[in-house]
């Protein structure tokens, strides 16, 4: 590995990171339920899902994988999905419905079109590759995520894809990092990872020793962070 490098190897989030919803969830949402004869807002699902989603991450230990503890990924989403219903329409819901909605909701953000790459992102990763810098995804991500990746035409680009579907564990933990950089060849402390939520990207990064910067794509960080507006500058940054 090259002296003039400040880091061996590259690792990326993926949500908010690489990759965030064409149109809002909460859109989503609002045409899958119409159909299923519930109405409301788009910006309703939106704020109800984004609550209901920040809650269930909150009950579950910090690095437990959610879909295990769920009994699977179905019982999972179907149980996220419910609350949601429930918080937006008290009304007794017909039987399958809850079902059925998970499913058509599963199968539209398995879709790349329910999906953006960030227009910065493929120049960056192609910059860092024409560096020699092998790059990885650590991820909290149900399955889908390599199939997803692939579709996206972003998989080719990793070396290294560890989802936490795969792994048993989730970031905070900081194994996901070790067994990217065990993968990678590479050392924590010569790695840096690339991702957007404090509590998880940050703190797991930080504990398995690499060195984290934080993206804010939608200003939600305050200026403590120092976190990048986007991927732009981290060529500049690795050098």
Not at 6 to 17: I, K, M, N, P
Not at 25 to 45: N, Q, S
């Amino acid at each position: 590995m090259g002296a003039h490098r400040r880091w061996d190897a590259v690792l990326f989030d993926v949500g908010e990171t690489l990759i965030g919803p064409a149109g809002s969830f909460g859109a989503a949402y609002a045409r899958c339920f119409r159909e299923l004869g519930i109405d409301a807002p788009a910006g309703t699902w939106d704020r109800v899902m984004r609550t209901v989603w920040r809650e269930v991450a909150a009950r579950h230990p910090p690095g437990a994988d959610r879909y295990r503890l769920a009994g699977g990924e179905q019982p999972f989403w179907e149980r996220l999905v419910g609350e949601v219903i429930a918080r937006l329409d008290g009304r007794r819901l017909p039987a399958g419905l809850v079902e059925d909605a998970t499913a058509r909701l599963r199968a539209h953000f398995a879709s790349p079109e329910a999906w953006i790459v960030y227009p910065d992102v493929v120049p960056v990763l192609d910059a860092l590759s024409a560096r020699g810098l092998p790059l990885g995804v650590v991820s909290n991500w149900d399955s889908r995520l390599v199939s997803l990746l692939e579709a996206l035409a972003l998989a080719p680009r990793f070396a290294v894809i560890c989802g936490s579907y795969d792994l048993g564990v989730e970031k905070p933990d900081p194994r996901p990092f070790r067994e990217a950089t065990a993968r990678l060849g590479t050392a924590p402390g010569r790695t840096l990872h690339v991702g957007d939520l404090p509590e998880t990207d940050w703190a797991g990064g930080r504990a398995a020793g690499c060195t984290v910067r934080l993206v804010d794509r939608r200003g939600r960080l305050g200026p403590l962070w120092g976190a990048l507006s986007d991927l732009a500058s981290l060529p500049a940054l690795v050098s």
